[in-house]
């Protein structure tokens, strides 16, 4: 029942890319019956990009990429490369705040339409660990490096090893070592930690995510933001996710590939983020008053969800020519 529901959903109308086919094959095994429902034309506005945070300049970026006839991939790649870059992002590459003993390091993800995948964990002195990740996916028979290795991994396909530490985040720094008190803050990151999901022309779906991590770590640890199905997951039958926030959270509830699974049984890309939210905070003891995390998720017709913990997370959005914030809603409202 469920499962004709999502796809009665599924049937728009109107001029527009078909993606029904797609869609079909991803009900197929299950039913043969629901697969000649689903063979129409489904309208879907694409290309589009979301992300999270504030980020209209990278959302241009990708959705430059993918207006030049560029793939979903090459756009969330290029896309989060620009907030790796922006050293005023005190969240992500270059800027990005350090851990408890000054020590830059970045953790990143990407995933592609076929369900590839690459990662680097703890990566120091490289400033586009996002192109870092894909690398590992494309080059190497791994999903994932960490640290030195992957730093020298990087070194040897030409990435340039640079200090990531900035003035001002080592004198945010020294200046958080005066109390050295260890609290997440509740949306520290609200500019540049990027998460960033495309649909490119063909409909195929791609994500990458990019941080430096909870400011003033501890040494060592390592967030979702670089765990597949944590941080980051794209079925590209189904839909895509990507997670900001606490980690720590994220990866005990696995939020991305609960939030594309959900997708999966029918719910719509918002409610989906609504319950995998519902996982954080409904859990017994939970303390979720002290952590935000945030999910935007996007499905193959091109809907789009997104839902937080607290106020002031938001989703940047580029589709139809228009490139805009869009404040969350979200579940606190205490
Ligand atoms: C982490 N999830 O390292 C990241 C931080 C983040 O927006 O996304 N901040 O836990």
Known sequence: ???????????????????????ASCVDNESKKIKSTTATSIKASLPLVIATWHVEEATAKAMAVLQAGGNALDAVEQGCRVEEANEKGQSVGKGGLPDRDGNVTLDACIMDKHGNCGSVVYLQNITHAVSVARKVMEDTPHVMLAGEGA???ALSNGFKEENLLTEASKEAWEKWKVEAKYKPIINIENHDTIGMLAIDK?????????TSGLAYKMGGRVG??????????VDNEIGACVATGLGEEVVKTVGSFLVVEL??????????????????VNKPNSNYKDFQ?????????????????????SMTKFQDGVNEQIQSDFYNKN
């Not at 599924?10 to 527009?16: K, V």
């Not at 979702?224 to 997951?233: A, H, Q, V, Y």
């Not at 945030?294 to 106020?311: F, M």
């Open 151 to 153: 730093k020298q991994f």
């Open 263 to 280: 997708m999966r049984q029918g719910k719509s890309p918002q409610e989906a983020c609504e319950e995998a939210i519902g996982r954080i």
């Open 1 to 23: 029942m469920k499962r004709r529901k999502f796809i009665k959903n599924t049937a728009l109308s109107g001029a527009g890319l078909a993606v029904g086919s797609t869609l």
């Open 224 to 233: 979702d933001s670089p765990i597949i199905g944590s941080g980051l997951f």
């Open 293 to 313: 995390v945030g999910y935007i998720a996007v499905n193959k017709r091109g809907e789009t969800g997104h839902y937080s913990i607290h106020q002031y997370f």
């Open 202 to 210: 063909n409909g195929d779906i791609s994500g990458a995510c990019t």
